[in-house]
């Protein structure tokens, strides 16, 4: 376990100075920024629409964009970027002749791809806070100071948003192992995003693990219970990470 | 029985097309040697090192490194040995020190080491710089560094000098006979020129499509190659000189040129004293170069 955790620091490391960094920052503060800037520059009506407690619909607001289109279009990017590093350099056999077992090399990595996944949710919702607080600070009119921060809900939001992507990641992380040239996996997983917000009123959306974030956020946001299409998301998250690593060990090629 | 330290059995390989890549390859590398893993370009060596190194699935046969089966003792085997498979493979974004420190973390080998191996392969000055920067031999040399790491008793190279400036072939050779004389190690180095080989080797393996056509010694090497030389005698008559040398293996005829098989030192001054004797004028003898094609030549058609 001790070697696990340690050869999963080395795979950090790898994402030191590349893109995976900046991508989930960048990912993370995009709509709590635009936000800001839209209460600032549009304040009067901003101010009418939020109302007396301005939290809930701004958490909303935030949530919105994100959930249906920046979370999976980031999970999509992120999980290529990580595995990409091996296939760009060449670092495959490298990684295949050191003494780490075949699950260490492959859940390390995936847990990195979490790791990051989580790290942006953080940061976003750190971002959505500060972000209103700035906007406040700059027009006065606005109520955020004087009500306080909705931490359960934003918590409650995030959980369920990191449970609907679960089945995403693993789709995607077999897709990158597999595929070495790194534009495929983003392309397809690009358009089964797209595809699931096409069909998103579709009676059987609730199988189809690319629209899970946007099924959680439009139908299913207030209830703290686990909707169906939540419970798939672990289904799917379990049943395609065992199938890819069982593939993983079968593989009659490495690097 | 000898103590190998890589042996296969029986290796067979082939593409899903049915393209045979290896042939009941049986290789044998003895503890402590320098093995020349020798053979022209697509010959089957990369394929041979990446399956001992269980980078390709074996199909047929077996593999034993340190006498031990590789499926069922990966790891072990592993943390005994370091490779460098084809171009160096390095994470390109992070420095030469960050790059071995990454490697560190996963042999789980004492930070002193990094220090260590960035002297022997002369890179101390260049260790903060990004891997990106590298010039092919220094990226080679940072390979070389990351496979010696963890001090392994064996070192697999697949073309460490390929790519290089001539001097930078000469500062890898020097490496690799300063690793196996000094520090003792046993290694197996893959080539294509054979001039290259027999600087360094101790032992050698030739392979040629997918099969081992020679192993052994470098001395049963030379011998066989000394049967294939030949000593080219340029003369101004060559019909006489046929005659003349009528009791020596005479080979053919080019041109103003007589050509002989070598025999030995002695044997060719009796060749230039006959002519000279019987007054023929010698303008030139010299051995003829032997080069890896001629030398499968001779390996085969003694088969």
Redesign the interface.
Known sequence: MATFLINTKTELWKCRKTAAYWITIAASALVPLILTIAYITNTPEFVKDLGVNPWPLHVVNTWQAAAALIFPFYTIIVTSLVVQIEYRNNTWKQVYTSPRSYADIFFSKFCIVHLLILSCFILFALFLVSGAYIANIVRPQYKFFENAVPWGNLIKMAAKQYIAILGMTSIQYWLSLRLRNYIAPLGIGLALVIGGIIMLDWNKIIYYPYAYTAVTFFKNKGSYALASHEIYSICWFIGVLALAFFDTTRRRERG | MKNYIIETKGLDFSFRSGQKILQDLCLQVPAGSVYGFLGPNGAGKTTTL?II?????RQEGEVLLFGKNFSQHR??I??R?G?L???P??????TGR?NL???R????CERNRIDKVLEIVRLKDAARKKAKAYSLGMKQRLAIA?ALLHDPELLILDEPTNGLDPNGIIETRELIRTLNKEYGKTILVSSHLLSEVEKMATHVGIINKGKLLFQGALQELQQLKSKQSAVEVEVSDTLRAETILRNFPLRQVNGTRVLLNYESRERTAEITRALVTEGVDVYQVSMTQNDLENLFIQITSEQ
């Open positions: 990446r190194l269980g980078l390709l699935k790891l072990e592993l943390r040995l490779s498979i084809e171009q493979s390095l994470y390109l974004h992070l960050e420190e990454l490697f973390l996963n042999y789980g990351i």
